[in-house]
Each structure stands twice: as C-alpha cells, then as structure tokens.
C-alpha cells in the first residue's frame, strides 16, 4: 500500500488538495483530525500533556482546552517542543493503525496529512511527499478568514512557520494553490506520479 504525505505551510490549502485527491478514490487520515480525537476526552494522551503543562489546558470534560495551551506554547519555542515530543508519538502510533486498517481492507493508497511532516519524520514512511504552497497574501487572507484572525496576527503565525523554500526542497511533488492554477491539471500529473511511485 502506498502511503501519499501532504504537508505545507498554514493557508496553502493541504486539506483542499487532499480533498481533490480523496474524490478519485483515495482514502485520507488527517493527522490534525486524529490530534484532536485524541485531545478533546480523556486519553493517555491527554494525560501527558496536562502533566507536562498543568491542569490550567484541561478543558471541563478532561479533554484539553486548546486555546490555552496554544496559549502557553505559541511563543515558546521550548515548550512548543515539549508539546511537540509528546503529541507526535500519540498521534504517530493512531496514525499507524489507522493505516493497518487500510491495508487489511486492501486500499492500494492513502494519502496522510501532515503539517510538521519533516519535523516529525514521517516524510520517511512515504513513497511521496506532496507539498501544497500559496503566495503569502493568498495565505494571509485563507488564514484571517478561517481562524477570524487579523492580518497581523496572521502573518505572525506565517512567520513561526519554516520558509516555503524549506517545503518545496524536501517534497517529490509540488502542488501549486494560488487560487489561480489548473489545480485539476496539477492533480492528474500527481497521479501519474503515485502510480509510478
């Protein structure tokens, strides 16, 4: 079974693009999605972070109140690596038997999103690594308009993420999502590609 990674940088549209890829019949695990299953009850997952960051991230149901732990590490680059070295490893091991299931059912691929793909290192349990990338005032305005956020904070969060250049140099194939392109035309040139992966 091929395993089809896509990342990029926040506002560059990777769950549109993998939405494209999912309607021709490949199937998708989020790994966002599968953070917040494990984060919104009690989990061992849950567990771990309020022991490394207090009982103040715990939400009223036992669960983690995010946007007070967002709170806590957004700016803090050592504890944002704490949370990091925690969470990857519970999201990672999910991840994994959600892809067992997916082989056992007989899926010949599965795309997987992965915002921190090289820095988690599951870029190397992909047979391709597809890159979703945007211009920045693209991504400004998808992420002030999703997150109601203003263009300032916006670009503050651009700015705590890796250059696009860092994406682009580490990925097998790059998706162009300006809003612009022939996404449709980049998609079937992706496919040609995963069957010769």
Do not use: W
Request: net charge negative.
């Amino acid at each position: 079974m091929k395993i089809i990674g896509v990342t990029g940088p926040i506002g560059a549209g990777k769950s549109y693009v993998a939405s494209l890829i999912c309607k021709r019949g490949i199937p998708d695990i989020d790994t966002d999605e599968v953070y917040h299953m494990l984060t919104d009850a009690p989990s061992e997952c849950t567990k771990r972070i309020i022991n490394a960051f207090g009982r103040e991230v715990m939400s009223e149901n036992g669960g983690i109140d995010r946007k007070a732990l967002s709170g806590i590490v957004f700016d803090n680059p050592e504890k944002l690596s704490k949370l990091n070295s925690i969470t990857h490893g519970c999201v990672t091991e999910k991840v994994e038997e959600l892809l067992e299931e997916y082989r056992k059912k007989g899926e010949e691929a599965v795309v997987v999103e992965v915002p921190l793909m090289f820095e988690s290192g599951f870029d190397r349990r992909c047979d391709l690594v597809v890159c979703v990338v945007a211009d920045r005032e693209t991504r400004i305005s998808r992420i002030c308009e999703r997150n109601k956020m203003t263009p300032d904070e916006a670009a503050k969060r651009i700015k705590s993420q890796k250059d696009i250049d860092f994406y682009i140099a580490k990925s097998s194939f790059i998706v162009y999502n300006n809003g612009k392109e022939d996404i449709d035309a980049q998609i079937d040139r992706l496919f040609e590609r995963i069957s010769e992966a």
